[in-house]
């Protein structure tokens, strides 16, 4: 069965760069969310949206955007880079907003910054 | 933000021991669910609770959805090793639109 799919898998960055990490939902999920997890830690939720419209925020920096395009997939807009952004990047999706917690996650971006 | 504590942080055990694991939280939840997470991979959902005093399994795993709403315990018996990884517990407390984690419980087998 088809899973959510992250591209890239591995991204290496120096400070005050740009990155775009993309996220492809399972097919017919609407809801995609973005989590950061930092080596040891628990994932963090950063945002998510429902039917390409943003429904919550969590703690995603201001340098940080993202979006849900119309065939649902989502990018996620990273300036002026920090180290402190080096982590894993999960994207989930599930079919309905928040779907009792079953979420998806696809196998994670890992951004390095230098 | 909500806070779930997950204890322990992380378990040394022998190939064939069972396992206990749980988290609680000063908040009332409606949903409870525990993730297992593998070195390098996203957490892949094991088990969703619903209801309280619920006891859900998937084969040697068991979950638990506590009477008080605060609390869940996931047990894992007779251990092998592809058991190892972080699993995470994670729910939907009152009033939530978002899902939040525990702190992980990392499970070490010894064979």
Redesign the interface.
């Known amino acids: 069965a088809a899973g959510?799919i992250q591209s890239p898998r591995h991204l290496i960055k120096e400070k005050r760069e740009t990155a775009t990490l993309k996220c492809y939902p399972i097919p017919r999920h609407d809801t995609v969310?973005w989590y950061q997890q930092g080596p040891g830690?628990?994932?963090q939720?950063l945002i998510?949206f429902y039917e390409k419209m943003q429904?919550?925020k969590?703690s995603i920096p201001d340098r940080f955007s993202a979006q849900q395009f119309s065939d649902y997939h989502s990018e996620l807009n990273m300036s002026s880079l920090e180290l402190g952004d080096s982590a894993l990047y999960?994207c989930?999706s599930s079919l309905g907003y928040?779907a009792?917690?079953?979420?998806?996650?696809?196998?994670?971006s890992r951004l390095t910054v230098l | 933000g909500q806070q779930l504590n997950q204890s322990p942080q992380s378990m040394f055990i022998q190939e064939g021991e069972d396992v206990s694991m749980n988290c609680t939280s000063s908040s009332i939840f409606n949903?409870w669910?525990w993730?297992k997470q593998d070195p390098?991979?996203?957490?892949?959902?094991l088990i969703?609770l619903?209801k309280a005093g619920e006891l859900t399994s998937n084969g040697r795993l068991t979950a638990q959805f506590g009477i008080t709403r605060k609390d869940s315990f996931l047990n894992i018996s007779a251990s092998i090793p592809s058991d190892v990884g972080i699993y995470?517990c994670?729910?939907?407390y009152q009033g939530a639109?978002?899902?939040?984690?525990?702190?992980?419980t990392r499970l070490t087998i010894n064979p």
Request: no cysteine.
């Open positions: 959510v969310y830690q628990d994932p939720f998510s429904s919550d969590g999960f989930a928040l009792n917690g079953e979420l998806f996650f696809g196998e994670g | 949903t669910l993730y390098g991979e996203g957490p892949v959902l969703a619903y995470f994670a729910g939907l639109q978002k899902l939040v984690f525990g702190q992980g």
